[in-house]
Structure formats: C-alpha cells, structure tokens
C-alpha cells in the first residue's frame, strides 16, 4: 500500500470526526472574521468533552456550562424528558459573542455577565434536541433528550 493511499482515507476519518465539533460555529466567513482562531481550540475540547450528564439532585439535574475563547463548555448535553434541568452559566472571557444564551424552543434570552454564574431552567416535553446559543447565533451547544 502506497503512503498516498494510506494517508488519504486516514486523512478523511479525521475530518468527519472534527466535524461535529467544528459545528458549534456554523457562519462560515462572517465567524472567520468575528471569532478567529477560535477553530483550532474547538475541534480539540469540544471533540474530547463527550456529553455531560452533571448531576440530579430532588428530581433536578444541574449542569454547569462554561463560556470560553473556544464556546460554551461543555457543547453537548444530555437530558430526560420531564426532568427539570437546571444549567448554570458562566462566561469566563471577553473575547467571544456568547455574551447571552439564548433557548429559541424556550423562550429564554438570558444575559451572562462576566464572572457570574446565571440560572436557566427548563423542562424537556419531548424526546429530541433543543439548541442553546449565544445571541448572535454564532456559538451554539445541544441539549440531547432520548
């Protein structure tokens, strides 16, 4: 086998499995000049993050979401139906949009200032994903219901 023919399916395996984690950012250009090298970090602590469960304390499961350089942090979560889910933000950087998180399906827009952590909560009513965001839309995590 040649190193060319090698390399080329190798080469392939990496970039379908970078892909959903270069998915938190989906404005193609119009993020290149807003957000950087903000690329690079995502693929490495997104992909590596797994799905957070946090914990469920008295039928309510809290996780905590950080707001980095590299998005929201964990990017991937994992809830039931009917639970409450509790998430508390924190946004740990000025160099980013995600300055607020947004839940369209929810009805919640909740600014986060710097350094403090903000409450959100909801209740899953169906098996699915619901998406959070920053306002702009440019950063953006999932809520994975089974």
Same mark, same amino acid.
């Given at each position: 086998?040649?190193s060319? =023919?090698f390399l080329l399916?190798? #080469? +392939?395996a990496f @970039? ?8 938190q950012?989906d ?6 000049q807003?957000?950087g =090298?903000?690329?690079a970090?995502? #693929? +490495?602590g997104? @992909?590596a993050?797994?799905?957070a469960e946090?914990t469920?304390?008295n039928?309510v499961r809290t996780?905590e979401l950080?707001v ?6 964990p990017?991937?979560?994992k @809830?039931k139906?009917?639970?409450k889910l509790?998430?508390v933000?924190?946004r740990?950087?000025?160099?980013t ?6 839940i369209?399906?929810?009805?919640i827009n909740?600014p986060?200032?710097?350094d403090k952590p ?8 169906k098996?699915?994903e ?12 999932v809520?994975?219901?089974p």
């Amino acid at each position: 086998m040649t190193s060319k =023919s090698f390399l080329l399916p190798v #080469a +392939a395996a990496f @970039a379908f499995a970078a892909a959903p984690a270069l998915a938190q950012h989906d404005h193609g250009s119009m993020q290149m000049q807003d957000h950087g =090298s903000m690329h690079a970090g995502m #693929a +490495a602590g997104s @992909a590596a993050q797994g799905i957070a469960e946090g914990t469920v304390k008295n039928g309510v499961r809290t996780v905590e979401l950080t707001v980095t350089e590299n998005g929201f942090e964990p990017s991937k979560v994992k @809830a039931k139906k009917g639970e409450k889910l509790r998430l508390v933000v924190t946004r740990k950087t000025d160099s980013t949009c995600a300055k607020e998180i947004v839940i369209k399906d929810h009805g919640i827009n909740q600014p986060l200032p710097l350094d403090k952590p903000v409450t959100v909560e909801l209740v899953p009513a169906k098996s699915g994903e619901i998406r959070y965001a920053c306002g702009m839309d440019h950063i953006s995590g999932v809520v994975f219901i089974p």
